[in-house]
């Protein structure tokens, strides 16, 4: 028999990451700069930050996807892939994520990469769950780091992550009652993917179980998931 463990482990993003589709909030001012980073004429140099969750990975695809469109040559790479050599387009746009997850050798090419930067052209995107201070990076880079347009992707609060949910239900079909979104914002994690997730698992175990979705049934499989409930145990 299919559990709900492993129904949630079925789910994947059904959206390419797009910054139509994220939810902004107090952020308005980081999209827009993430926006112009991907036109071809602009070469700055960003870093992201916040916890996991937070949004920032969906952001630096938003912005991989808007230089494609833009026809920018562009770069993206995860920190615990970079290695040794990198050799980013001229003119174009690279893109680190997770910069924390770098090893020593991907310290000094991203280094060197900072150094040449200005010279070719090159944009810099880079994002990582913690300020430039806090890094546990060499020095220099760390250094260099925070020497860029720094941003901390702000949280959402409870309303806007409930009009994303009572959005995002809507969007599948699945009008969702106040006591369920107040439930969910009470009991479950507190970041938007995993609520998000939540909503998917409630509707597909509804549909397959032949259930309304209802606040009993969320309750059911909030407590048999480990990854929907925000208690550890």
Known sequence: MTTPRQLLL???????????????????????RLAAVA??????????WGPPGSGRSHLLRAAQAQAQATRRPVLFVEGARLG??????????LIVDDVEALSDAAQITLFRIFNAARLVGLALLLSGPEPPLLLKLREDLRTRIGATLVYQVKPLTDSEKAAALKSHALGRGMPLEETLIDYLLRHGRRDLPSLLGAIDLLDRVSLEQKRLPSLPLLRELMQKSLELNGVER
């Open 39 to 48: 036109d071809p004429g602009v070469f700055d140099q960003i870093y992201v």
């Open 84 to 93: 040794p050599e990198l050799a980013p387009p001229p003119g174009g746009l």
């Open 10 to 32: 079925d789910i994947g993003p059904e959206e390419t990451s797009s910054f139509a589709n994220y939810v902004v909030g107090a952020n308005a001012e980081l999209l827009a």
